[in-house]
């Protein structure tokens, strides 16, 4: 394959993302070869407190963000993981406010997410969770993970050490193919 294409090893196979193409493809088994391993971030610490309840109800500007960002990932759902991929850079570039507070926002995001009446798939609620936390964390990571028998690709976001958008049990399976630092 093309050393430009990204790339991962899972279970002894290596794996291509074509992104002109928008496909993947999968290489010679190699059953000597040494499996990638790496240490997974933590789940965020997203327990509220009872006290809290001003937390529940997000903001007229962070309700409008969401919004924005979940119509944009809607919009683009069905389209090339690499014009996807440009959407989110081109959104990104144009800035936000940051206040750092990752598990705070990470918690708005998964709240506001549970009140949609249909669960997006994972590429559609990364593109839109990568949108949203950038508004308001420096460096969400957008990240893409495949594995293999029986082939399944899989993407979610983390801020550093934090996965934003999944669960570690469910991300530690997957040999992450691409990562983008927003």
């Known amino acids: 394959m093309n050393d430009s294409m990204p790339s991962a090893w899972t279970n002894g196979q ?5 992104l002109v193409n928008n496909c993947y493809k999968g290489g010679q088994t190699q059953p000597d070869s040494l499996m990638q391993i790496k240490q997974l971030e933590e789940v965020a610490c997203l327990s509220m407190p009872l006290n809290a309840t001003r937390r529940v109800i997000p903001s007229a500007s962070v309700f409008a963000n969401y919004f924005r ?7 683009v759902r069905h389209w090339p993981i690499r014009d996807q991929i440009k959407i989110l850079r081109t959104s990104i570039a144009k800035g936000g406010r940051r206040d750092g507070d990752i598990a705070a926002h990470a918690w708005i995001y998964q709240y506001m997410r549970n009140l949609r009446l249909r669960r997006p798939a994972c590429l559609e609620d990364s ?56």
């Open 127 to 182: 593109v839109c969770c990568a949108l949203f936390m950038h508004q308001y964390v420096d460096t969400p990571s957008f990240c893409i993970g495949v594995v293999q028998p029986p082939f399944k690709a899989h993407a979610w976001v983390r801020v550093g050490d934090i996965l934003v958008n999944d669960t570690k049990s469910v991300v530690e399976a997957y040999s992450e193919i691409i990562t983008i630092k927003l």
């Open 69 to 75: 960002c979940s119509w944009t990932a809607r919009k």
């Open 14 to 18: 290596r794996i291509w993302l074509d």
